[in-house]
């Protein structure tokens, strides 16, 4: 069985800028309203859940409240240089760079800010912080740059 919720419809969901270096059009700064969904796969439990919504939906919205209305860099990309002076973080990639408010970023532990790696990142997040039933199979999740665009990372469990 599996059970999926849709940030669509509950509010998860994040706005938010970045750049993907060396794309054509992409290495723009530009944003996105990140839409969060999730599936997590398993065997009932004896009360007859996978898991409890509340404990996902909860975890999902605090972890995404760090990324809301910020830039989000990619702090393992050997493209992007990154420096943290003060209250500024500068920024180079190519032949562009760029200044933002420290507060207004987010270091992300990947190497791009693509959706298929932010996907991943996130589910990893997940199965490291949350403490999943052993009927629990498989984690997904799925991040929407745009409705129609959705980009799945999976965690299985043996």
């Not at 970045?18 to 309203?33: A, D, T």
């Not at 009360?47 to 990619?74: A, E, Y």
């Not at 532990?109 to 199965?127: C, L, P």
């Not at 991040?143 to 990372?153: F, K, N, P, S, V």
Request: aromatic residues 8%.
């Amino acid at each position: 069985m599996q059970l999926e919720i849709d940030g669509g419809y509950s509010g998860i969901r994040f706005s938010a800028c970045h750049f993907i270096p060396n794309h054509e059009k992409c290495s723009r700064l530009h944003g996105h309203s990140y839409i969060v969904r999730l599936r997590v796969e398993g065997d009932p439990d004896e009360n007859g859940m996978i898991m409890d919504f509340v404990i996902l939906k909860n975890f999902l919205r605090s972890m995404i409240d760090k990324f809301d209305h910020r830039t989000l860099l990619p702090a393992k990309s050997p493209e992007v240089g990154i420096m943290i002076s003060g209250n500024s973080v500068e920024v180079n990639s190519g032949m562009k760079r760029y200044v933002f408010p420290r507060e207004d970023t987010v270091m992300l532990d990947i190497a791009s800010t693509t959706a298929e790696e932010m996907s991943r990142m996130m589910v990893k997040q997940m199965v490291s912080e949350i403490p999943f039933p052993p009927n629990v199979k498989r984690v997904s999740i799925g991040l929407d740059e745009e409705r129609g665009q959705t980009a799945w990372y999976t965690e299985v469990f043996e």
